[in-house]
């Protein structure tokens, strides 16, 4: 059965201190893979695709890689505005469907 | 940009009552989707539609139902609502055709989080 598993569930860092969350997933057929922000309150906000293996995005602060077994959401330097739920989705070419992870909450403080 | 707009933010019913969520995109979208979002599940799709007066059901579609009577309105309906229907319900709009990769790059509404009491 088709799987994304986003970890940890919370992370709390302070300015400035960098870390990484993580997309694991299991599908049949990967075709794209997708990072959304959300903030509380608001609807979900498209960030990047990754397409295969080895490819990487980059936006701001915010770097996403892509393997074959998982997604990372690279983030350095943070500030207190990239605290928000960050969402990863893998769309399987088995079933056309996309599949939600249940997100990381990421608090960021001064 | 893109608007996606929903009709209320907040919303409390009564167990059995019909409920109207309406979506309304401003972008000329093609395809138009109703998600629930509970904490610990993440996004499931409800139903989509990919144009006007035609919707296919997504992952959860049992006591739901819709209508895209105009292009850039998409309306959920809960025939009658039930407890287990408490959650948060996002819609989403897309001009990408149905099938490629960047369809599912979606524009999102604020949601509803809706009650059932």
């Known amino acids: 059965e088709d799987q994304v598993t986003q970890s940890p569930e919370a992370l709390r860092l302070q300015e400035g201190e960098s870390s990484s969350l993580n997309c694991s997933y299991t599908?049949?057929?990967?075709?794209?893979l997708f990072w959304y922000r959300q903030d509380p309150g608001k609807g979900p906000e498209f960030l990047f695709t990754?397409?295969?293996a080895g490819e990487e995005k980059e936006k701001e602060r915010l770097k996403a890689t892509l393997t074959k077994k998982e997604s990372f959401l690279h983030i350095t330097a943070p500030k207190p505005e990239d605290s928000a739920t960050y969402l990863c989705?893998?769309?399987?070419?088995?079933?056309?469907?996309?599949?939600f992870g249940a997100g990381t909450r990421l608090a960021v403080h001064p | 940009d893109v608007k996606v707009t929903q009709s209320s933010r907040y919303l409390v019913k009564r167990t059995g009552e019909k409920v109207f969520l309406e979506c309304v995109q401003d972008?000329?979208?093609?395809?138009m989707f109703w998600y629930r979002q509970d904490p610990g599940l993440g996004l499931r799709l409800i139903y989509f539609?990919?144009?006007?007066?035609?919707?296919e059901k997504g992952d959860i579609p049992e006591g739901y139902s819709v209508s895209r009577e105009k292009k850039e309105r998409f309306s959920l309906i809960l025939e009658s609502a039930s407890t287990n229907q408490t959650s948060m319900y996002l819609c989403?709009?897309?001009?990408?055709?149905?099938?490629?990769?960047?369809?599912?790059?979606?524009?999102f509404g604020p949601g509803t989080r809706l009650t059932v009491l």
């Open positions: 989403a709009s897309t001009k990408i055709p149905f099938g490629t990769v960047s369809y599912n790059e979606q524009f």
């Open positions: 599908v049949s057929g990967l075709r794209g």
């Open positions: 990754l397409y295969s």
């Open positions: 989705a893998v769309f399987s070419g088995g079933y056309n469907k996309l599949i």
């Open positions: 972008m000329d979208h093609e395809n």
């Open positions: 539609s990919y144009d006007v007066k035609m919707k």
